[in-house]
């Protein structure tokens, strides 16, 4: 069965610090990848997505960067915090092919 | 710009009755609908997905398309306290690619 992880479950950080989040999928190969936010009693905004390694689609130009290193991995990167950066990060992916998409367990992010 | 439109709630219904929750989209071109269910401070947890007109029914739950007035809903019938959480509906463009969110109704099912 596939199971997508992340970490950390939650961070805190000063503003100005960088930022690196982790996603990875098992159990699947080749999965489209997504990085969203949600702010707090806000929706889903995607941030960044994948179709494969080294391909990434940017929707929301910020401060952050997202790569794929490996084809179950995904990074979201900060090189210096906002305090608009705090939210609910959310990992999700799809297998290739089809479009049914599934959540990983996210990160709480607090900038102060 | 693409939008998925919910009324964001709270939408109040007493144990054991019927929930309704709506959703509108402003892209023609979307194929595939889902709703997902999302628990404070938890990740969101996919409910159902619809892609063809009409109903689908799935337990407690159905989902309502009617793609020539944009409209998605779902139904959840004998409404339960543990189905107190948002609802999010979600529309996925045609290449599977990307999907755009709606804001999220919040359930309250009262016992």
């Known amino acids: 069965s596939q199971t997508i992880h992340q970490w950390p479950a939650t961070l805190v950080q000063p503003v100005g610090s960088p930022l690196s989040l982790e996603c990875t999928v098992e159990?699947?190969?080749?999965?489209?990848l997504y990085w969203y936010r949600q702010a707090a009693g806000r929706g889903l905004q995607l941030l960044f997505y994948?179709?494969?390694?080294?391909?990434i689609s940017s929707e929301v130009p910020q401060n952050l960067s997202a790569s794929r290193p490996q084809d179950r991995q995904f990074i979201l990167s900060s090189k210096k915090l906002l305090l608009s950066d705090s939210g609910f990060y959310l990992c999700?992916?799809?297998?290739?092919?089809?479009?049914?998409?599934?959540f990983g367990p996210g990160t709480r992010l607090t900038v102060l | 710009q693409k939008e998925v439109e919910q009324n964001s709630g709270p939408l109040s219904v007493p144990e054991g009755a019927i929930a309704s929750l709506n959703c509108t989209y402003s892209?023609?071109?979307?194929?595939?609908f889902f709703w997902y269910r999302q628990y404070s401070g938890k990740s969101p947890e996919l409910i159902m997905f619809?892609?063809?007109?009409g109903d689908k029914e799935d337990g407690r739950f159905t989902a309502q398309l009617n793609k020539a007035s944009q409209y998605v809903s779902l139904l959840i019938r004998d409404s339960q306290p543990s189905d107190s959480a948002t609802y999010l509906c979600?529309?996925?463009?045609?290449?599977?690619?990307?999907?755009?969110f709606g804001s999220g109704t919040k359930l309250n099912v009262k016992p």
């Open positions: 994948s179709v494969g390694i080294g391909q």
């Open positions: 979600a529309a996925g463009e045609d290449n599977f690619n990307k999907f755009y």
């Open positions: 159990g699947t190969s080749n999965p489209n």
């Open positions: 892209d023609r071109g979307s194929q595939s």
């Open positions: 999700a992916w799809i297998r290739g092919g089809t479009d049914t998409q599934y």
């Open positions: 619809i892609y063809s007109n």
